[in-house]
């Protein structure tokens, strides 16, 4: 959606690191997250961060979040083949009734 | 069942045809959500349950489109008059009922094609 920008392409050997990124314009957002699409499957939750942090690691994920800049990034390690797929940034906000997502960052691993 | 369950997982109808979607959500789930994806396409909200409450319709894009959720489980998504801007894969999602349960458990979606 408009409100949040990602992205469109992303390619990367194996073993190397990824980093997608993620703008979004509304300072009221409360959960970001990051979700994994892989071809004709629903999207997968990988990990979220709350506002008021800005850093979150999970095995070979790191979220990064720069409030002041409305940035937030996904960074994975030793990148696999099998972490091809669509990344999407998302936001929620104080009733969690809407989900805003980017559009997707369609990550490319060559081996 | 264990996850988000939708049914058909594709469908494709000619242009004026009338369509239902199908939605199971995760049982005890109270919160369930619609989105389109359109090729290429984030994800586009169109309707939001969340128990009794009246469902936030915010995100339909025209009168062509309906949703219902019988007994606060099963959801049903109704395109009358398809268009061809209409074919998308159309996703589904639940949560639990709970300020601190925000992540959302997708389905594997239906993909509408009209012809």
């Known amino acids: 959606g408009e409100d949040v920008e990602q992205s469109l392409f992303l390619s990367v050997r194996e073993g190397d690191s990824s980093v997608i990124n993620c703008t979004y314009t509304d300072s009221s957002s409360t959960y970001l997250y990051w979700y994994k699409q892989e071809p004709g499957a629903g999207l997968q939750l990988l990990t979220y961060i709350f506002s008021n942090m800005d850093m979150k690691q999970d095995q070979r994920l790191t979220v990064l979040l720069n409030k002041k800049d409305k940035h937030l990034s996904l960074r994975i390690a030793d990148t696999q083949t099998g972490d091809s797929a669509i990344y999407f940034c998302?936001?929620?906000?104080?009733?969690?009734?809407?989900?805003?997502f980017g559009s997707g960052t369609k990550l490319n691993v060559k081996p | 069942g264990a996850g988000v369950s939708q049914s058909p997982s594709n469908k494709v109808t000619e242009k004026g045809k009338d369509v239902e979607l199908r939605c199971d959500p995760i049982s005890g789930h109270t919160a369930l959500y619609w989105y389109r994806q359109s090729l290429g396409q984030g994800l586009e909200f169109l309707i939001y349950f969340q128990g009794n409450s009246a469902p936030d319709k915010s995100g339909l894009p025209s009168d062509r489109f309906s949703a219902e959720r019988t007994g606060g489980s099963v959801s049903t998504l109704t395109i009358q008059r398809t268009q061809q801007e209409d074919s998308a894969v159309y996703l589904c999602a639940s949560s639990a009922d709970s300020v601190l349960s925000y992540e959302q458990y997708f389905g594997p979606g239906t993909r509408l094609t009209v012809t």
């Open positions: 998302a936001e929620s906000r104080n009733n969690f009734n809407k989900f805003y």
